[in-house]
């Protein structure tokens, strides 16, 4: 049977960790993938579990080299995917599951076609703004950066295979089982 990757997107404040962690809890067959960062790692994270930490030249060599599925910059550290980590979960019988953001997504499927890109979308801005003021985690300046950023991702998600909404947990997992089987990833 061939493995695919799922790649999953969706707005900050969206939900898509839980999602994706209460499929990963119900499909064993999955993993998720580990992507490689520039920055420092933070307390509690673990090389080659959490992220695989590289020099930024070490990065920048890897990009030069063509070693990337797909890379971004954010806030002057580099987040990318190795197209051999991928290939080699493949090979020990995985199937994928790619959490990244709309850029990097859209960068897979030009590399990977037959990568399937889920995009998780929020029941409307305003109950989205209204989750990323409840978290208590942010400034208003912040929560304002956010909302100027769903716009863009909203309007990229268009160029997704599809777009789930997450107006409940539960029906959003089912939702992501019944695409999964029906790319024959079970």
């Known amino acids: ?102 850029n990097g997504a859209l960068q897979v499927k030009e590399k990977m076609p037959e990568a399937v890109l889920i995009f998780i979308a929020p029941p409307s801005v305003e109950e989205l703004e209204q989750r990323l003021r409840g978290r208590h985690t942010e400034d208003e300046d912040t929560i304002q950066k956010r909302l100027a950023q769903v716009k863009t991702e909203l309007e990229r998600s268009k160029k997704y295979d599809y777009i789930v909404i997450n107006d409940n947990i539960d029906r959003a997992v089912k939702e992501i089982e019944s695409i999964v089987k029906s790319h024959d990833a079970k």
């Open 1 to 102: 049977m061939n493995k695919k990757l799922f790649v999953i997107s969706g707005c900050s404040g969206v939900g898509k960790g839980t999602v994706i962690n209460k499929f990963m809890e119900r499909n064993k067959d999955f993993i998720l993938s580990v992507s490689c960062t520039t920055r420092k790692p933070r307390e509690g994270e673990i090389d080659g579990v959490h992220y695989f930490f590289l020099t930024k030249e070490k990065f920048e060599q890897n990009i030069k080299e063509d070693k990337f599925l797909e890379y971004a910059q954010f806030a002057e550290n580099y987040y990318g995917t190795k197209k051999k980590y991928i290939k080699q979960k493949f090979e020990e019988g995985y199937n994928i599951i790619l959490e990244i953001e709309t």
